[in-house]
């Protein structure tokens, strides 16, 4: 059973930065899956924010401002988040997909975390 955890999640000041890691276990070949960051604000659908296969990619949201990175050899994918705002308050969940591509939909990835939560203060 794969899993996935999320950590460094917290209340920051707008401005401020955070960085989100997600430690993937029991999974077979961590470098071959797609890793993205999606979030979800009370009230709202949840939304991609960020995903990497060999190359990072982003919505529009959060492009110039939050960077994802991977260490396949610890199996851990991050999410680097500067210039915070309070809009980006949300709980965070990091997932992996085994599609090919560029996933960015939350149905093309099979295995989720639990969730973290960010809250940005204004």
């Known amino acids: 059973q794969v899993q996935l955890v999320e950590s460094g999640g917290g209340l920051v000041q707008a401005g401020g930065s955070l960085k989100l890691s997600c430690a993937a276990a029991?999974?077979?070949?961590?470098?071959?899956?797609?890793m993205g960051w999606f979030r979800q604000a009370p009230g709202k659908d949840r939304e991609f924010v960020a995903g990497?296969?060999?190359?990072?990619y982003y919505a529009d949201s959060v492009k110039g401002r939050f960077a994802i990175s991977r260490d396949n050899a610890k199996n851990t994918v991050y999410l680097q988040m500067n210039s915070l705002k309070p809009e980006d308050t949300a709980v965070y969940y990091c997932?992996?997909?085994?599609?090919?591509?560029?996933?960015?939909?939350?149905?093309?990835?099979?295995?989720w975390g639990q969730g973290t939560q960010v809250t940005v203060s204004s």
């Open positions: 029991s999974i077979h070949t961590f470098s071959t899956y797609a």
């Open positions: 997932a992996a997909s085994s599609m090919i591509g560029a996933p960015s939909l939350a149905y093309e990835y099979s295995y």
């Open positions: 990497i296969t060999w190359n990072g």
